[in-house]
């Protein structure tokens, strides 16, 4: 059971809910194995040991499973009630942000993010209150959702 489901109090609706794009971990992948292997042949080239490209390929299969990690313990909802991030598999780092209290919503898009459709949707509150949701896809569908829960 996930733990927006497990927070819901009574009366309480799931409108949406999100995690982690797997495009962005796609990217992240092939940004690293890209350094990687470049290093590994670099080393290799200028008269390195090959033992360098097996600590590389080990390092890549660290961060994939880092990332895999993420991807399988965030979850981003926006419920009738609040705005909810939850961060984590064994530690949790939660934000919530009850609806009421939204001041503005904001999404965060680059150049690859615009082609791919993933991006940031940042969402703040009264005083200091922030609850981002980082990396997601479809963002503009997003804050529509926290838009209509408003």
């Known amino acids: 059971m996930s733990y927006t ?3 819901l109090i009574e009366g309480e609706n799931i409108i949406s809910s999100t995690t982690f794009s797997f495009k ?7 940004w690293y194995a890209t350094i ?17 490209g097996v600590y590389l390929f080990l390092f890549l299969c660290l961060f994939l499973f ?4 993420s991807y399988i313990s965030t979850e981003f909802s926006v419920t009738n009630k609040k705005i909810l991030s939850k961060k984590g598999l064994i530690s949790r780092q939660t934000d919530e942000l009850p609806i009421h209290k939204v001041e503005g919503i904001d999404v965060q898009q680059g150049i690859l993010g615009r082609i791919l459709n993933i991006g940031n949707v940042v ?8 609850v981002v949701f ?4 479809d963002p503009v569908e997003i804050k529509k959702a926290i838009q209509a829960a408003l």
């Open 123 to 130: 969402v703040t509150g009264t005083g200091t209150q922030t």
């Open 24 to 30: 962005m971990m796609m990217i992240s992948l092939v």
């Open 36 to 52: 990687s292997i470049g290093v590994s042949v670099f080393a290799t080239k200028i008269g390195g040991d090959a033992i360098l």
């Open 66 to 69: 880092n990332e895999f990690i």
């Open 134 to 137: 980082e990396g997601i896809d």
């Open 5 to 7: 489901k497990k927070s």
